[in-house]
């Protein structure tokens, strides 16, 4: 029954993907009048889109259980995975490379749930004695763009995994 957990995954890339579909439009307006609002909703979007995409990395460990008939256990993280099924299975080996690999889908969602755990750095103010020492925190890509090659990253693997497993 792997295929409801197929299911699963493609309902919050879906919900995943129209928040960043509704941000975008969103952003789109261009209306002077809404744009703190639309600054609030367009961040409400981008969080709430990290979080679904979270949830399909983890619920994808769980399918991958399921294929290797682990009905009782839900592994929350890679490591749970492997203890569960091995580091032979070919999943785990593939899910080793993303995760080592920089600019995966998989390293990228690391950087975003990271980001999403911790409280925002506190920003120093820029004036005249500091102006040359401040410098721009950089983090994780949490545009629309960098969400949606992620997104549809993960959907192309969870699609391979349903496709091979479907067949047996």
Same mark, same amino acid.
């Not at 091995?86 to 975003?112: F, I, K, P, V, Y």
């Given at each position: 029954?792997?295929?409801?957990?197929?299911?699963?995954?493609?309902?919050?890339?879906?919900? &995943?993907?129209?928040?960043?579909?509704?941000?975008? !439009?969103?952003?789109? $307006? @261009?209306?002077?009048? #809404?744009?703190?609002? *639309?600054?609030?909703?367009?961040?409400?979007?981008?969080?709430?889109?990290?979080?679904?995409?979270?949830?399909?990395?983890?619920?994808?460990?769980?399918?991958?259980?399921?294929?290797?008939?682990?009905?009782?256990?839900?592994?929350?993280?890679?490591?749970?995975?492997?203890?569960?099924?091995?580091?032979? &299975?070919?999943?785990?080996?593939?899910?080793?490379? !993303?995760?080592?690999? $920089? @600019?995966?889908?998989? #390293?990228?969602?690391? *950087?975003?749930?990271?980001?999403?755990?911790?409280?925002?750095?506190?920003?120093?103010?820029?004036?005249?004695?500091?102006?040359?020492?401040?410098?721009?925190?950089?983090?994780?890509?949490?545009?629309?763009?960098?969400?949606?090659?992620?997104?549809?990253?993960?959907?192309?693997?969870?699609?391979?995994?349903?496709?091979?497993?479907?067949?047996?």
């Amino acid at each position: 029954m792997a295929s409801q957990w197929y299911s699963l995954i493609s309902q919050k890339l879906f919900l &995943a993907r129209t928040l960043l579909e509704t941000s975008e !439009l969103a952003a789109d $307006t @261009g209306n002077p009048v #809404n744009t703190s609002q *639309q600054r609030l909703q367009h961040e409400a979007a981008i969080q709430g889109s990290i979080e679904l995409l979270l949830r399909a990395r983890r619920i994808l460990l769980v399918m991958i259980a399921r294929f290797y008939q682990k009905h009782s256990e839900e592994p929350g993280s890679l490591e749970e995975l492997v203890t569960l099924i091995g580091e032979q &299975a070919t999943e785990t080996a593939q899910l080793r490379a !993303l995760e080592q690999e $920089t @600019g995966s889908w998989w #390293n990228h969602l690391d *950087q975003l749930e990271t980001m999403q755990s911790r409280p925002p750095t506190a920003r120093k103010t820029v004036n005249a004695e500091n102006i040359i020492a401040v410098s721009a925190e950089t983090g994780p890509d949490c545009s629309i763009q960098a969400q949606m090659k992620t997104l549809n990253a993960i959907k192309k693997f969870a699609e391979n995994l349903e496709e091979q497993h479907g067949e047996w």
